[in-house]
């Protein structure tokens, strides 16, 4: 790893971190991965909920971090670390707060998502990213929720197979009242996937929003 990433993450040195950004994109291209790495063992400490400077040193770390996966096109070999990450938030707490601001992990996974999903038109990132994106639409953070929807449905459009198998999880989605979800559900193929999952076991007891309703009704 980088010497400047391994003093910024290893001491958490929040002082030294605005530096990275005066470095070369290809100068740490190859250091992104362990820092992903390293990034999920600090955030996924004790206290990194309540530890302000440790947040600052990930949040500015992250956005270094994808502005060079994103200038060198490197995706694909970071792929695993970036998704690795990303699924780390959902072991831990992403609603909103009473004054709706994001919990340090919903700050995270927001940043990550981007990334990630922006290249919907790469099969082997969606392969790793989709099972985990879907597992963000039952989290209780509405802004998470509609942005991954409109990612997915981009994905859909594109690769319409590697959703295939997540159908049910997106139906039940809306029938719980994600009427954001519906846009991906409208995108999958074939229609009757789609129609069988909605009458899977479990989902009739889901109380059905009027958007939901009409959404199910027309895809029968």
Known sequence: MHHLFR?????????????LFSLEDSEIEDSLTEALEQIKIISSSSD????????????ICITRITTAIRETES?????KALVGLWDSCLEHNLRPSGKDEDTPHAKIASDIMSCILQNYNRPPVMALAI?????????????????????????????ADLLADHTEVIVKSILQGRAVV???ATTLSPANSVAAAIKAPGTDSIPHCPACLSFALLIQ
């Open 131 to 159: 099972p985990i994106a879907v597992k963000f639409l039952h989290r209780s953070n509405k802004e998470l929720c509609r942005n991954m929807s409109n990612y997915l449905s981009l994905a859909a459009i594109t690769k």
């Open 7 to 19: 003093l910024v993450l290893g001491q958490k040195d929040l002082s030294r971190a605005g530096d």
């Open 182 to 184: 519906v846009s991906t």
């Open 48 to 59: 990194y909920q309540t530890n302000n400077n440790d947040q600052a040193v990930v949040e």
């Open 75 to 79: 995706i694909e070999k970071h792929a």
